[in-house]
């Protein structure tokens, strides 16, 4: 058994390897990846192979394909797309690049697309090699927010843990902060959050969501984490083309399709429904197709004898006509 | 004298870099990772203090590594390891446990004879860093 370490020598044996904090410039080299080679300045690289290798393109369509409207969030993605692109070629030919701050705020009315666009951006960040992962974690106040001292911290933190290396989608994340109780243990977790969206950049990206006017005043009451957020993207309601054209894809989805005369008291249905209140978009839509699957499920088996493919397949008007939207007398929200 | 133990106790010391690659297998294969510390480096003393709560349902070890920093800003000369533990059926068990942090000097262990009845020796191993009260023995 060797002596007490009186002098220093077996610490200098010791410390050498030391995985400890101070390890550091060790780990570096290894950590960034270094440019193969220096590149001159007639170098060039192809964009478009560049693009169609990294899969920009396909995640791009994809979403030009799924998501129905949203014209300005499809701008802005392609700009991120684009810029990130860049800044990897940059990197290629050893030009200095910084990491761009990514954290983003979705605001809109209910049902336009918000949660559906995450998940896309997820997907698309990981496809540029910005995340590791392409895992998305929801969350809303409860998960984050404690009930008593001390709870908030490792609730929030333990969230924060799970969505390192993805993307973090917080909804309706103006629930965070709740003005008229000053004791309130949100405030709490708006500072966890801040800091690691400060600290992590490179391995999370925060996405807070929430209806446009709420989510002004959150981040009135919240200065620090409005400067934290790069990207303000504005969900703007669907028209009523673009609603017809989103009841289409959810009834072909489900393998269901309207009858040609169905086609005209669907819209005149959309018209009406996106004039009352609570109409929440894209949701409201789903949501009455699936009523009208109901009613048709019913009107089928009420009718009983023999069906066929086609019979199975097809809403006929009456299964939407029967929808309390077009009784003139209702005021109330439709059910 | 160095102390070693656990999966990777024959090699050097991990870097920061080769603990995350660790910690990104062992989150790939489904695994619930904690970070435990003592200042009692006996070899049978296998309960650790833990530094927080076990992390379940990570997806990239950035959030581990982050605790692991925290910890060591902490507790400085302490010993801090890593644990994985598998919760799948019939395994349900640590199946991984790595040292990422000794203290800088480690004073090694004092071997005692004691004298029981009948010439017999019962032999001990206590060590130096056990003369001083927990918390001040690495630092």
């Given amino acids: ?335 | 004298m160095k102390i070693t133990q656990g999966t990777f106790a024959y090699l050097p010391d991990l870097t920061d870099t080769e603990i995350e690659a660790q910690l990104r297998f062992v989150i790939s294969s489904g695994c619930a990772v904690s970070i435990e510390m003592t200042d009692d480096p006996h070899p049978r003393n296998t309960f650790w203090e833990m530094w927080g709560l076990p992390m379940f349902d990570l997806a990239d070890p950035a959030g581990v590594m982050s605790e692991l920093q925290a910890c060591r800003a902490a507790f400085p000369h302490h010993y801090v390891r890593i644990n994985a533990f598998d919760a799948s059926a019939g395994r349900e068990t640590i199946v991984l446990s790595f040292l990422v942090q000794q203290p800088a000097t480690e004073p090694g262990f004092r071997l005692e004879r004691q004298h029981a009845p009948g010439r017999t020796i019962r032999y001990s191993a206590t060590a130096y860093a056990l003369d001083r009260p927990s918390g001040e023995r690495y630092a």
């Fill in chain 1, 1 to 335: 058994m060797p002596r007490p370490g009186v002098a220093a020598a077996p610490a200098a044996g010791d410390a050498g390897p030391d995985a400890g904090p101070d390890a550091g410039p060790d780990a570096e080299p290894d950590a960034e990846p270094v440019p193969e080679r220096q590149m001159a300045d007639g170098d060039e690289i192809d964009l478009d192979r560049a693009r169609s290798e990294l899969g920009i393109e396909r995640a791009l369509e994809q979403l030009d394909r799924e998501l129905v409207g949203l014209v300005p969030v499809k701008a802005r993605l392609r700009d991120v797309a684009s810029l990130l692109l860049v800044d990897r070629l940059r990197s290629e030919l050893g030009l200095r690049t910084t990491r761009p701050n990514l954290h983003m705020s979705f605001t809109g009315p209910p049902g336009t697309g918000k949660t559906t666009v995450a998940t896309k951006m997820a997907e698309i960040l990981h496809a540029l090699g910005y995340l590791p992962t392409a895992h998305l974690v929801t969350v809303s106040r409860e998960d984050m927010v404690g009930q008593y001292v001390g709870h908030t911290a490792p609730r929030t933190k333990d969230v924060l843990k799970r969505a390192m290396g993805g993307v973090l989608f917080i909804d309706e994340a103006y629930a965070l902060h709740r003005p008229e109780n000053e004791r309130d243990y949100g405030q709490e977790a708006i500072e966890i959050l801040m800091q690691v969206m400060e600290e992590q950049r490179d391995r999370l990206v925060v996405i807070l969501a929430g209806y446009g006017d709420r989510m002004e005043r959150f981040f009135a009451t919240n200065p620090g984490l409005r400067s934290r957020i790069a990207h303000h993207i504005d969900f703007p309601p669907f028209t009523v083309d673009e609603l017809v054209e989103i009841g289409h894809r959810a009834l072909a989805e489900q393998g269901y399709e309207l009858a040609p005369e169905a086609e005209e008291v669907f819209r005149r249905y959309v018209e009406l429904r996106s004039a009352k209140p609570h109409f929440a978009n894209a949701r409201s839509i789903r949501n009455a197709l699936e009523r009208a699957r109901l009613r048709q499920a019913t009107r089928l088996v009420d009718a009983g004898g023999r069906v066929g493919r086609a019979e199975l397949r097809r809403i006929e008007p009456p299964d939407l006509l029967a929808s309390r939207v077009f009784l003139e007398d209702e005021d109330g929200p439709s059910r």
